[in-house]
């Protein structure tokens, strides 16, 4: 049988429904290769070492999606002028996330399982943080700052912290609120 050559997009969407599940460490380049059905040569030709392709998946979703959130809170800043609100700027930071996770993608459901994964991983997670996802948090924190001039630097970030673990708790789907609630809640 003749094994396809596929472009690394194909690569990148195996890849991270692999990474998804089983995280960096659980995943090997022969089981990507097997999965998108080439040769495990082609996955080093395209990304060299398995965190590169780590990487690589990770930042091609998250580029769009910080992008988006960038966009959305300057548009919610600029809308809102003097009215600039803490559930504005939560809403603005928030909503690209919800519409990619909403639809049901698998593709962007294992991007936000993988994201869980990498915000909690502190060996090498919070590097991966800094460099993907800071810039789009330290927004955040400029457009929290002008509706809360007088908090504590601390209390911000303490806010944001719990903010973050709440949402990739919640982007993981593990179904545990699902257990817990008996079906309540989804």
Known sequence: ASVQVLAPEPLLDHAEALFALHGLHGVTVREVARSAAVDPALVHYYFETKQRLFDDVFERRARVVND??????????????DR?????C???????IW?????????????????????????????MMTRHVDVVINRLSVLL??????AADAVLYWCYHFLSGA???????????????GGICS
Not at 90 to 96: T, V
Not at 101 to 111: G, I, K, Q
Not at 113 to 123: C, D, G, I, K, Q
Not at 169 to 178: A, E
Request: proline share 7%; with cysteine.
């Open 145 to 150: 700052r002008k509706c809360m001039p007088h």
């Open 68 to 81: 988006e959130r960038m966009s959305s809170m300057d548009d919610y800043a600029r809308e809102a002028g």
């Open 167 to 181: 949402l990739t708790l919640s982007l993981s789907r593990t179904g545990r609120i699902d257990r817990l609630s």
């Open 99 to 127: 519409r990619h996770s909403f639809p049901n993608d698998p593709h962007w459901n294992n991007y936000f399982r993988m994201l869980a994964l990498v915000n909690n991983t502190p060996e090498w997670g919070g590097a």
């Open 84 to 88: 600039i609100t803490i559930e504005g």
């Open 90 to 96: 939560i809403q603005a930071f928030l909503e690209p």
